[in-house]
């Protein structure tokens, strides 16, 4: 794989990886719990939403959301549907709420009014606890400012997912290798330049195979052969596992791999064909 260009620092912050797990960050003697699986950890039951017909469950569902802070209404009427297998980009202008959808969805924020499903969960009925357990079995979230552990190694940061899901932790090294970043699995984040954190995050957003891949531009910092290949891993893991993503990007050439491109507007989400 192409080595990234060094990358700018990213300008602007998601919520911290930590509020992300709602949990404390493993210790410096992790490595030997990543090697032994934990036990997975027992929860209440998600309460799920009653789903219409017998079809599928869709993966997401965003039926009439709203989302003001303050007297600044960001997000209005917004429908959205998403299917299990369905990669989408979401395009649209500097501050017209693309990373606030993505903070909803991925339960980080609230809305004002509206009801949103995650694979087939209602996200206001579940408690904190709840909410919890949703997040780190169901979704991957790649940030902006991409939130790597400084005290942790690239394995120990991709394996941390799976740490927290009691699963084994063999998989971290694979996905550091498909990320073009093998033989630098003891490295620490401070040596990496910023398209390689972007690499990082990405392997840590896709180790445990998520029903929900959401990705704040996150081919920002690659150079487009990297970013060529980073997407078309996306794509690979998202069609081996059925699972579904939703990309926001500034970049028509990400959208345009996507299999379809909405653009998000001050009345909401709306299709749109790239040539």
């Given at each position: 794989?192409?080595?990234?260009?060094?990358?700018?620092?990213?300008?602007?912050?998601?919520?911290?990886?930590?509020?992300?797990?709602?949990?404390?960050?493993?210790?410096?003697?992790?490595?030997?719990?990543?090697?032994?699986?934990?036990?997975?950890?027992?929860?209440?039951?998600?309460?799920?939403?009653?789903?219409?017909?017998?079809?599928?469950?869709?993966?997401?569902?965003?039926?009439?959301?709203?989302?003001?802070?303050?007297q600044r209404v960001v997000l209005?009427?917004?429908?959205?549907?998403?299917?299990?297998?369905?990669?989408?980009?979401?395009?649209?202008?500097?501050?017209?709420?693309?990373?606030?959808?993505?903070?909803?969805?991925?339960?980080?924020?609230?809305?004002?009014?509206?009801?949103?499903?995650?694979?087939?969960v209602d996200l206001a009925g579940a408690d904190d606890l709840q909410a919890t357990l949703l997040r780190?079995?169901?979704l991957g979230f790649v940030f902006q400012a991409f939130h790597l552990l400084p005290h942790l190694t690239l394995l120990q940061n991709v394996a941390l997912p799976l740490v927290l899901n009691g699963l084994p932790a063999a998989r971290a090294m694979t996905m550091l290798a498909a990320v073009g970043l093998a033989g630098r699995e003891h490295d620490f984040p401070r040596a990496l330049s910023g398209g390689e954190l972007q690499r990082v995050a990405i392997a840590r957003a896709l180790v445990h195979q998520p029903r929900l891949l959401l990705a704040d531009e996150p081919t920002g910092n690659l150079d487009p052969d990297t970013a060529q290949d980073i997407l078309a891993l996306l794509r690979a893991e998202i069609r081996a596992s059925g699972a579904c993503a939703i990309i926001v990007t500034h970049s028509r050439a990400a959208a345009s791999t996507a299999d379809r491109v909405l653009v998000l507007r001050r009345d909401g989400l709306h299709q749109e064909a790239l040539a």
């Open positions: 794989m192409p080595r990234a260009l060094r990358g700018r620092p990213a300008s602007q912050t998601c919520n911290t990886l930590a509020q992300f797990n709602a949990s404390p960050a493993p210790s410096q003697n992790t490595t030997a719990t990543m090697e032994r699986s934990p036990p997975s950890p027992t929860f209440p039951p998600l309460p799920r939403a009653a789903t219409p017909g017998a079809g599928i469950t869709p993966a997401l569902q965003c039926k009439g959301l709203r989302k003001q802070y303050g209005e009427h917004l429908d959205f549907c998403l299917m299990p297998g369905e990669y989408v980009a979401i395009m649209g202008e500097s501050g017209v709420g693309k990373s606030t959808l993505l903070n909803l969805i991925a339960g980080l924020d609230t809305p004002d009014a509206g009801q949103l499903l995650v694979d087939g780190r079995q169901k």
